[in-house]
């Protein structure tokens, strides 16, 4: 045993002094609505099978945009959502219901005091949808068809303050708009909510319905995307073809709990999330600081009371970017990471805010199935990443897992799971 887990077992019998660390965060439930499918259990058997949700997508979503290829949601989906709720509310806020919801149920729907739960749901581009469609209702029909419900559609705050609604939560609806960092942002802040003694229960995650024709072609002008007509083939995380990512949405959403408080209602305890890290780079709004990223990751792990060598995988950010997968890359080794590691975006896309919260479901999932998803269309690895990447399903014995996620405006977060 590491020195780093020796620590860590002293630290879990300590007493709970209402300090820092004291308080372990337990998840007692999760749920999921993703390009692979709606729940958690189907998009977590379609990981672990390598099956890609990349698709071409029809006119009615590109339009005239230059890039024809993404990760969208079956409409069918959403009609769980009443169509009340549909017409007030954006995509991705029904996301987040349709996720939070399963959660909520899963977690066996706890009896909590409404001041002691909270709501944290990041997102990076809010109701961007719903801003594109109103807009061209107000050019071609006018300005008496736009939404009455519009200004509250694309309020990036919308999917947290939605399942706040939902819940009946009075701790805080957080809203993290940290880009792609967001979701995972969500988390932290559903983990600090709690140790804090502010919060028992927080229903935190991730969610955004960007595939749209404004994005799809901002994206493709700052040569962000692949270019890669074959969808299923498109997203290529650390491999030395990768052209850039492939847009996704959907929403994914845990829910955090006061051990103590889940242990005396009797609730099922699926892992834990002992440990995350926040920090920004300071220096450029889309160019990373490998540097500071491995600073995140080394806190991260501090936070947990663990070390490089407790890491048993790593669920990488690896959007599929030339240089944002190297830059990664290099903050693994910077933070002396040598675990294997996976990038689930090769067969979801790039679902923005979503996903920090998606790879801290995969890999919670991962820990629990003793198995590692595979990163799929990785057929040669980058020999400037010297890593050991995951490209078949692999059996793993690990008990802790890194989740790394980094978003433009400089944003890193670095999130520690456990499955005991």
């Known amino acids: 045993m590491s020195s780093e887990s020796a620590n860590r077992n002293d630290h879990r019998h300590r007493a709970d002094d209402g300090t820092r660390g004291t308080t372990r965060v337990a998840v007692t439930g999760y749920g999921a609505l993703t390009p692979l499918g709606l729940g958690a259990e189907p998009t977590w058997s379609a990981l672990r099978a390598g099956r890609s949700g990349i698709r071409h997508i029809g006119v009615d979503v590109a339009d005239n945009a230059p890039v024809r290829i993404a990760g969208t949601i079956d409409p069918a989906y959403v009609e769980a959502v009443p169509v009340r709720e549909r017409r007030r509310l954006d995509r991705a806020e029904q996301y987040t219901l349709l996720a939070g919801r399963e959660a909520w149920a899963m977690a066996g729907r706890p009896e909590v005091d409404p001041d002691r739960l909270a709501t944290s749901v990041?997102?990076?581009?809010?109701?961007?949808?719903?801003?594109?469609?109103?807009?061209?209702?107000?050019?071609?029909?006018?300005?008496?068809?736009?939404s009455p419900h519009l200004v509250t559609m694309l309020l990036p705050n919308g999917p947290a303050a939605w399942l706040s609604i939902e819940l009946g939560a009075r701790a805080g609806a957080h809203a993290p708009t940290t880009a792609c960092a967001a979701g995972a942002q969500g988390l932290a802040t559903g983990l600090d909510l709690i140790r804090a003694g502010r919060a028992d229960v927080v229903v935190a995650g991730g969610a955004d319905a960007g595939?749209?024709?404004?994005?799809?072609?901002?994206?493709?002008q700052m040569r962000a995307?692949?270019?890669?007509?074959?969808?299923?083939?498109?997203?290529?995380?650390?491999?030395?073809?990768?052209?850039?990512?492939?847009?996704?949405?959907?929403?994914?959403?845990?829910?955090?709990?006061?051990?103590?408080h889940a242990r005396a209602r009797g609730a099922t305890v699926y892992g834990y999330l002992d440990g995350a890290s926040v920090t920004s780079d300071g220096r450029d709004i889309v160019n990373a600081d490998p540097a500071n990223q491995a600073r995140t990751i080394t806190a991260a792990l501090r936070d947990a009371d663990a070390g490089p060598a407790d890491v048993g995988l790593v669920h990488a950010h690896a959007t599929s970017t030339p240089a944002g997968d190297r830059n990664e890359s290099d903050a693994l080794t910077g933070a002396?990471?040598?675990?294997?590691?996976?990038?689930?975006?090769?067969?979801?896309?790039?679902?923005?805010?979503?996903?920090?919260?998606?790879?801290?479901?995969?890999?919670?999932?991962?820990?629990?199935?003793?198995?590692?998803?595979?990163?799929?269309?990785?057929?040669?690895?980058?020999?400037?990443?010297?890593?050991?990447?995951?490209?078949?399903?692999?059996?793993?014995?690990?008990?802790?897992a890194l989740v790394n996620s980094f978003g433009f405006g400089g944003h890193n977060v670095a999130l520690v799971v456990r499955s005991r």
């Open 122 to 146: 990041g997102t990076a581009y809010g109701g961007i949808g719903s801003i594109g469609i109103q807009e061209h209702v107000r050019v071609t029909e006018g300005p008496r068809r736009v």
């Open 211 to 220: 595939v749209t024709p404004l994005s799809l072609t901002g994206f493709a």
């Open 225 to 260: 995307l692949s270019t890669n007509p074959d969808p299923a083939a498109a997203s290529r995380p650390f491999d030395q073809d990768r052209d850039g990512f492939v847009l996704a949405e959907g929403a994914v959403v845990l829910v955090l709990e006061r051990e103590d």
């Open 336 to 400: 002396g990471i040598t675990a294997p590691v996976t990038a689930t975006k090769s067969m979801t896309g790039h679902m923005l805010g979503a996903s920090g919260a998606a790879g801290a479901l995969a890999a919670l999932l991962a820990l629990r199935d003793h198995v590692i998803p595979p990163t799929v269309n990785t057929e040669k690895v980058d020999p400037e990443i010297p890593h050991d990447v995951v490209t078949e399903a692999r059996r793993t014995d690990a008990d802790l």
